[in-house]
């Protein structure tokens, strides 16, 4: 899952972190590209990573402690002012935090039910549709074509394997979609209204309070295993710190567009994470449909520019 990240043509890039790295395009642009392939890479190899501890734990409580660590350490480093925010920062905030808790949990619990290639898919949807939704013009409805179409070969691919495709899995995964629709739209919202990170660490106090009662529920208590506690601490790292530490460093040194391009690979680097760290393979054609999901991701982005 590559959750927890914004994907959009609209996307602001913030001004170059020096003039004379501004100055020198050849170097900023490999440095911000090695970085956003290291975030995805980061993103999808957390959710390898997380996969084991679902299927012993849980994936609500997995899902739940990940944005509690998260949100605790940015609560501890950024120390928002809570008490000094008005309501528009507050609706704001809890508007983005839903979208946060549906987009986390609801991803915790399609990849417990389906492969990694198939969950990042669909959920890629979500960003899908809110950069097709900005682009104009009649042709770019023909991305959208293309990525049904390669997420179909990925179904069908999947559909032939014993047991078939578990229709609440794609269920849970189409949520999270709708869950990153709603981060891409707020996150841009939500950037003016609050200085420098305090906008996100609110966002994510709210995303973990909101999935606490779920995690409560699926374990029975709020006394969870310290084994568990130290696997979430891990991947709440993997998942969203060091991606945001390297986005943000990598959106000073390039184009938001060019940036948006780059995060359109993140359904092949899911579906590379899950066969190295799961041994999920993909047949011919569900690469092909990778394929064809990375290239309407690709094409969206260029056609809202």
Sequence with gaps: MSYDKPFSPARQNPAPASLEAAGRPGLGAGLAVCMAVAA????QTGVSLAVPVIHDHGALSTSSLRLCWAALV??????PPL???GAAQWRAALILGGGMAVMSLSFFLAIERLPQHLTVALEFCGPLAVAALGARGWRALAWPLLAAAGIGLLVSGDARVEGGVD???MAFALLAAAGWGVYIVMMKRIGPAFPG???LAVSLMVAALLSLPFAAAEAGTLRFPWEQLA???GLAVLVPLVPYILEINALRRMPAATFGVLMSLEPAVGATTGWVFLGQGMSAAQMLGTGLVVAASAGVVRAGR
């Design 40 to 43: 995805m890479v980061s993103v």
């Design 74 to 79: 940015l609560l501890l480093v950024v120390r």
């Design 83 to 85: 008490h000094r925010y």
């Design 167 to 169: 229709p609440a899995g």
């Design 197 to 199: 990170l305090q906008g």
């Design 231 to 233: 696997y979430t601490a």
